[in-house]
């Protein structure tokens, strides 16, 4: 299993830039598909974006794409979610999550699928 701490958050103007950042301790990092959600103040849980276990496949949800970049460092057992001109609509907190994945297949959005969750860091946007 992993245990997940993200870090990062912060306020941020509209069009602005913030990176998220995810550690995870454990074992066996590269066989965890990594991703990250978000929910906004009385909002629910959202997909935002989600990395293959090589870093090799990417999935990213429509109303970020172009904007945000998941990434991951396997030797650092870390993850990334760069997050470029930001929208007030981006306000939330983010999460970091992870499922294990020995046998990667199709990207995973499902939050329900992701068993391991991190604490989650504040992200505030100002118009």
């Known amino acids: 299993q992993v245990q997940l701490v993200e870090s990062g958050g912060g306020f941020v103007q509209a069009g602005g830039s913030v990176r998220l950042s995810c550690a995870a301790s454990g074992s066996h990092f590269n066989l965890y598909r990594m991703a990250w959600f978000r929910q906004a103040p009385g909002g629910e849980q959202e997909f935002v974006a989600t990395?293959?276990?090589?870093?090799?496949?990417?999935t990213y949800a429509d109303s970020v794409k172009g904007r945000f970049t998941i990434s991951r460092d396997n030797a650092k057992n870390a993850q990334y979610l760069q997050m470029n001109r930001l929208k007030p609509e981006d306000t939330a907190v983010y999460y970091c999550?992870?499922?294990?994945?020995?046998?990667?297949?199709?990207?995973?959005?499902?939050?329900?699928?992701?068993?391991?969750w991190g604490q989650g860091t504040q992200v505030t946007v100002s118009s």
């Open positions: 999550a992870a499922v294990f994945a020995p046998f990667e297949a199709a990207a995973v959005i499902d939050s329900h699928a992701y068993k391991y």
């Open positions: 990395i293959s276990r090589e870093g090799d496949g990417t």
